[in-house]
């Protein structure tokens, strides 16, 4: 999609990977509640984001990925894109069912990806990151696709809901 859309792509879990893996204090902070599958709290992530924001390849825009998880990093974002006059163009939700879920991520091999941690990020996701979507669709912002089968059909069901973006 970033390459499609030529838009800078930010991934929240993917930059505190990164930030575990250099061992930085950010990283130290962020280590416990990832390996057990807990969201991190709500303003370290904003922070993150909010430094990220402020590179320059964000000028052209920008694809949030895994970020706002919660209602409260979703009203802070607001806060902030508000102030700088650009608002969300898009939220999209990838659907899919918590039993194919569970099997993708079994299968892919990353350290948070163990039965039990997989467990709880699902909980996590429906107890605080699910009320997301009525808080978007509220706004008229949110867009729903069907998210599973290959990452070829995915990508073609987006395809049509952000081509009216390009
Ligand atoms: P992901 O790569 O998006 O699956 O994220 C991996 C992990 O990073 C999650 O299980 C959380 O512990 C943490 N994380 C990523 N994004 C967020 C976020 N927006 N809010 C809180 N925790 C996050």
Known sequence: MVA??????????????????AGTVLGLKVQQYMSSGELVP?????????????????????????FPRTIAQAE???????????????????????????GRLANRGRADDKPEVIRHRLDAYHQQTEPLLDYYRSKGLLKTIDGSGSVEDVFDRARLVLEPLA
């Open 42 to 66: 709500d303003a370290i992530i904003i922070e993150v984001i909010q430094e990220r924001l402020e590179q320059p390849d964000c000028k052209k825009g920008y694809l949030l990925d895994g």
């Open 76 to 102: 802070v974002l607001d806060a902030m894109l508000s102030a700088r006059k650009t608002p969300l163009n898009l939220v999209l939700e990838l659907h899919v069912p918590d039993d194919e879920l569970f």
């Open 4 to 21: 499609r859309y030529h838009v800078a792509h930010l991934s929240s879990g993917e930059m505190l990977r990164q930030a575990c893996d």
